[in-house]
C-alpha cells in the first residue's frame, strides 16, 4: 500500500491555466506538507496543515492555496500558472504533538511543466 | 534560525569503499536531524534520524549517521558502498520543540556516484 500518493505524476499545462495536484495518506497522521523541488534540486517548504492551523511559508505567492477536504488529503491549487512554478511538488506527512521529533514520509511528487 | 549546509555537490566512490556524505548544522537549540535518499524521478525516503541518546544512528540499508555535537555535524555513512546506492542525499534539521511550517530545513543535497 502506498504511504502518501499523489496525482497526476505528470502535469504539462500553459501559462496561465489553473490546476489541481491531489495528495492523499493513509498512514493516519495529522499534518500534511507541501514542499517544491526546483531544477537544481533544492526543497522548500511551502505548506504545513493539520486540523487546526495552516501555515504558510511567507514567500509562497498567494497564486498558490491548499485545500484540505478531510484529514487525509491536502491537495495543492495553482491560479495562473507561470513559468517559474515549473518545479517538482512533493506532499508529505507526520504525526505531530511531540516536539518535532516526527518523521515526515513523502510522496512520489508531481512534475509540474508550465509552457 | 536553522540551516544545513552538505559541502559536497558530488560524491563518488568504488563500490565496497566506505562512503561519507557529510552534513553540517546550525540552530540556536537543540536539534533534529534527518536523511533521506532520492532515487532518480522517485520521492524522497526516509533513512535515518537522530533525536537523543546514542550519538551513532543505525538506519535502513545499512546506512549509520554519527552526531557530533561539538563539531555540529551529522555525516552519513556506510562501510561498504553498492552501486545501488547512487542516488541524491538530503540531510535537514529542526528545531527541538519547534512544529508547523519552516521547520524542517534540507540541505542542498548530495550526489552520490558508486563505480563499479
Known amino acids: 500500500d502506498t504511504a502518501v500518493s499523489q496525482t497526476p505524476k505528470y502535469l504539462v499545462t500553459q501559462m496561465g491555466n489553473d490546476k489541481s495536484i491531489k495528495c492523499e495518506q493513509n498512514?493516519?497522521?495529522?499534518?500534511m506538507y507541501w514542499y517544491k523541488q526546483d531544477s537544481k534540486k533544492f526543497l522548500k517548504i511551502m505548506f504545513s496543515y493539520n486540523n487546526k492551523e495552516l501555515i504558510i511559508n511567507e514567500t509562497v505567492p498567494n497564486r498558490f492555496s491548499p485545500k484540505s477536504p478531510d484529514k487525509a488529503h491536502l491537495n495543492l491549487h495553482i491560479n495562473s500558472l507561470e513559468l517559474g512554478d515549473s518545479a517538482v511538488y512533493f506532499c508529505a506527512s507526520s504525526q505531530e504533538g511531540t516536539g518535532g521529533r516526527e518523521t515526515q514520509y513523502f510522496g512520489p511528487g508531481t512534475r509540474l511543466l508550465v509552457l | 534560525a536553522q540551516s544545513v549546509a552538505q559541502p559536497e555537490d558530488q560524491v563518488n566512490v568504488a563500490e565496497g569503499n566506505p562512503l561519507t556524505v557529510k552534513c553540517t548544522y546550525s540552530v540556536s537549540g537543540n536539534p533534529y536531524l534527518f536523511w533521506y535518499v532520492q532515487y532518480p524521478n522517485r520521492g524522497l525516503q526516509f533513512l535515518l534520524k537522530?533525536?537523543?541518546?546514542?550519538?551513532l544512528v543505525k538506519g535502513s540499508y545499512g546506512f549509520e549517521a554519527e552526531f557530533n555535537k561539538s563539531q555540529t555535524s551529522f555525516h552519513l555513512k556506510k562501510p561498504s558502498a553498492l552501486v545501488s546506492d547512487s542516488a541524491l542525499y538530503f540531510c535537514?534539521?529542526?528545531?527541538?520543540?519547534?512544529?508547523?511550517?519552516?521547520?524542517?530545513?534540507f540541505g542542498t543535497g548530495t550526489r552520490l556516484t558508486v563505480i563499479p
Open positions: 498512514l493516519g497522521h495529522d499534518t
Open positions: 535537514a534539521v529542526r528545531e527541538m520543540g519547534q512544529t508547523g511550517a519552516n521547520n524542517l530545513f
Open positions: 537522530y533525536i537523543t541518546g546514542d550519538n
